[in-house]
């Protein structure tokens, strides 16, 4: 590819990764921006990260102290399983920040490799369409879930608010609450200290949203962009030793453009399962937790009427959350499960003895198809959004029949 073809790929790249880079500046990363070398402001990004991390951080050993105590010193089923669904929100959210954190040289490099393979020709209509469809698929896809979790977390932040506001105006005795359930090294309640804790607490969430936002946005694009290459491979085979079938030719050399095809192929599969490897353990922590954090939220919409709209608002985004990256990694297995079937709708018998060989290695490899696990232990399908909505309707089951023998 020329350099003005790469830059031409590089601009319209960064451009689907807009909203993602949003979601991680606020907390101190970027993938597609070039920093400046001066010290001071590699200090203020690396600062900036820091803080954020360290935010993240007391947020969750804050709720998992305060389940911990609530889990020794009540027996009360609701009080243990009140703030259950966030510590398992924020555990997701913190892991995936060291994900992005840790793996951030390596997206880098994923994306500079993603020119390479980027379409950026509009000779071909069918070609186009589909590019065209998916990135557009993907920047709708994109804003609502980023809408669904930034007014999900402002929900709870204000709730307090809310409450407070409308029992002074029933004039009520009105005290402002809090919005997450943490327990702290001083006494909250004091004045000073009660108006500390609700902003951190203010902070803190909007930080593990980010953290949430930038990982999956990143996931989604990534995903998106693979799929599709492997959807205009499956055109480039179907395509194979076709343009002369109505010359009557019956041996058709088109060796060269199925070696070209094999290549493209490989370095889809090699680039697939780096992205494999950098989010298998984001994969297995949201499948071990996303189905008790369904199970705990729609136990407390039962339990708290005031909190039950910001609750379903949570509900809907761990639903969404889980579903996309699903939905994701199977549109992945699929695409590249596709592969062998756009060999057999090629022209193969057509071709030559040696173009039919390599297209049947082609196919012999593409039957075993682009998948992601969850560190190994199981691949992600959308089979595997099903088990976790089953598992999350169990663990409810169970949970409210012992809430109602007590």
């Given amino acids: 590819m020329s350099a003005k073809g790469k830059e031409t790929a590089k601009q319209e790249i960064h451009k689907t990764l807009n909203l993602c880079n949003f979601c991680t500046r606020k907390i101190g990363i970027s993938f597609i921006d070039e920093y400046e070398t001066a010290v001071i402001w590699k200090l203020w990004i ?5 803080g954020s991390a360290i935010v993240l951080f007391l947020k969750l050993s804050g709720q998992v102290n305060y389940v911990v105590n ?82 999900g977390v402002w929900l ?32 909250k309640t004091l004045p000073v200290y009660h108006e500390l804790a609700f902003v951190f607490e203010c902070y803190a969430g909007t930080v593990s949203v980010w953290s949430m936002l930038g990982s999956d946005i990143f996931f989604m694009n990534m995903a998106s962009h693979i799929s599709m290459l492997l959807r205009l491979l499956q055109l480039k085979i179907r395509r194979l030793a076709t343009e002369d079938t109505k010359s009557k030719i019956k041996s058709v050399d088109c060796y060269d453009d199925i070696v070209g095809v094999i290549e493209i192929h490989q370095r889809l ?35 708290d009427p005031w909190m039950a709209m910001s609750n379903k608002f949570f509900l809907g985004a761990a639903l969404t959350q889980v579903g996309i990256l699903c939905w994701y990694a199977d549109d992945i297995f699929t695409s590249s499960s596709g592969v062998a ?54 663990y409810f089951t169970l949970l409210y029949t012992m809430y109602r023998s007590d």
């Fill in 46 to 50: 690396q600062l900036w990260f820091i």
């Fill in 70 to 151: 609530k889990l020794v010193t009540s027996s009360s089923i609701e009080d243990f399983v009140a703030s259950l669904h966030i510590v398992g929100y924020d555990t997701m959210s913190f892991g995936k920040l060291l994900t992005i954190w840790w793996m951030r040289n390596v997206f880098r490099k994923l994306l500079t490799e993603l020119e390479d393979l980027w379409p950026i020709s509009d000779q071909d209509k069918d070609a186009t369409d589909i590019k065209n469809e998916k990135l557009s698929r993907l920047r709708i896809i994109q804003f609502w879930y980023a809408f669904w979790n930034i007014f």
């Fill in 156 to 187: 709870y932040n204000l709730t307090p608010i809310v409450i407070y506001v409308y029992h002074k105006i029933q004039g009520a005795p009105a005290h402002l609450g809090y919005i997450w359930h943490l327990s702290y090294p001083f006494d």
């Fill in 269 to 303: 599969i090699t680039y697939g399962k780096d992205l494999e490897d950098a989010f298998s353990v984001v994969f297995l922590i949201n499948v071990l937790l996303s189905s008790v954090n369904i199970c705990c939220v729609v136990f407390n919409i039962l339990l």
């Fill in 341 to 394: 079937n756009a060999v057999y709708e090629s022209g193969w018998y057509n071709s030559n003895i040696r173009c039919q060989r390599a297209l049947m290695i082609l196919m012999q490899r593409s039957q075993k198809p682009l998948y992601f696990t969850a560190y190994k232990f199981r691949s992600i399908t959308m089979s595997t959004y099903s088990s976790i909505l089953t598992s999350s309707y169990s």
